[in-house]
């Protein structure tokens, strides 16, 4: 009887493992391993923005902006050109709030309708030597340079709010943006994305 | 022995309500929009995640920007709430991916509540989609323990 309760017993162990093992669940503290950088199995944490809050947060705004059909077509034939303004870090957190922008600009590009200024904030350029060509090739063929003022500009500014109940943490990132029409310097479009993070701890994974 | 197993039948029971939380709706009986409704082809893999995120309805449209949009309206059709991930790929005219590593977003869906999830497709040239969901992993509100490790909650 023992014997047939300790054979039973095994079996169920071993058919646990074997289930746990087929679900492929992410393996915490084991060897070093790539991860798809826009899956399910990155690491969260509570306290702090992780990478793919960045892409959630990028890929909630571009999607609400081309959804809106805020950009208008100001160039027939041509795309219509958008420049970046300042993204405000109002975090306790310190990191390149390109991390945003990059998935932003690129998403907007691939619309083949919108074409990213590298006019920077007080005049100056994402590319030196693409101005710098540009001005020589000017001078050489004694023209001047394309006018590349943009017709709208983006500007974001990233909040965030931390509380607790007991030992449960939350925080919320918002990460706004606006986009002002040029010609007449008003906003036409603003819309905060918020990534909210509950937990006791860091996990991998959501 | 007795008393003490009525006091734990008691705390189960709470905890067993506590986790059953369904939502009530309200719309009009003759809705004025007119949706683009597209016939879906369904995988099914895992049966508990069909009823934690059954999928009632599959809409398409160009949107104001002149791109294409697709909604799926998706129904917990549990009593407690619970997340799930999603991701949506799009295609071109030849079947080709456009965004082979495409985002995975986090839902949060009360019981029998209907939540609607949608994607944009940036690329002029998409044709077509498809839409992968799958089990949180993290953490679960209804989770009765509390929560073991960091989630995304309602977004």
Redesign the interface.
Known sequence: MKKTTFILNSLFILAGGLGLAACG??QAGGSAQYI??????AI???GRINY?DF??AA??L??D???????KDKHPGGPTLVAISRIVNETDQQFDTDQLISTIRA??L????IAISNVALGGATTDQLAQETANKNAFMQNTTTPNNAPDYTLYGKIMYDKTSAGD?K?SAYIFDLQLTDVSTQTTIWEKP?????????????? | MNKNFRYICAALLALAAAGCATVNTVEPAYPVAKVDKVPDKRIITNNTLNEIAYVVEVDRAKNAGGFEEVQVKLQNTKSGAKLVNYAFEWFDQNGISLNRDPQWHSLSIEGGEIRSIGDVAVWPNAADWRLTLSESVGYSPDMQQGPVGGGYHHQ
């Open positions: 669940s992410p798809d950088p826009n899956g399910e199995r969260v944490n509570v793919q892409n959630m890929g909630d571009v999607q902006l081309l959804k809106t059909g805020a950009i998403a907007l691939q619309t083949g309708k449960v939350q994305a918020s990534i909210v993070k509950q937990g006791k701890g860091s996990s991998i994974g959501f």
